[in-house]
């Protein structure tokens, strides 16, 4: 079984948009229900389709697989919730880790959120001096709910 442990925090000013180049990210929930969640993305030039469970602390669940660009193009037009997240995703090496860091955009405007996936629960990362407030377990934060409630309604 996958498994996905991943801390959040709000970013903090742009000093960390030098550090990488970002991909534009297109993501769409065909479920978006607490207890699972079936995500479809376009991430640069490829498409996945992702079954996550629900949250236990900072971890769950997590099943991902590559699917044609066309079919998940097609999904998120048709019959993804709306609106969809469109967000800049920036990869940004700090410490033993490799933060993502996305620059959301649309409905969810002047949300900044970094990422981090660890190999434990109990992992403590280094925390680079970009970001701010952790927000892991808040679901207001979670891409899921910013369908329903979105930031720039906040």
Not at 19 to 35: H, I, N, V
Not at 51 to 59: E, F, M, T
Request: charged share 25%.
């Amino acid at each position: 079984m996958g498994l996905e442990i991943e801390r959040k925090f709000l970013v903090i000013g742009t000093a960390w948009q030098t550090l990488a180049a970002g991909a534009l990210t297109r993501q769409g929930y065909l479920s978006s229900a607490a207890e699972r969640t079936v995500r479809v993305r376009i991430a640069g030039d490829q498409g996945f389709l992702t079954v996550k469970g629900k949250s236990r602390g900072l971890s769950r669940a997590e099943f991902e697989y590559a699917i044609p660009v066309e079919d998940a193009a097609a999904m998120l037009d048709g019959l993804c919730e709306k609106p969809l997240i469109e967000k800049t995703r920036y990869r940004v090496p700090f410490g033993a880790h490799t933060w993502e860091v996305d620059e959301f955009h649309g409905a969810n405007a002047g949300l900044v959120v970094a990422e981090v996936e660890l190999a434990s629960a109990d992992d403590e990362p280094a925390l680079p001096p970009w970001v701010g407030r952790e927000v892991s377990l808040d679901p207001r934060y979670f891409n899921a709910n910013l369908v329903k409630r979105p930031f720039t309604t906040w």
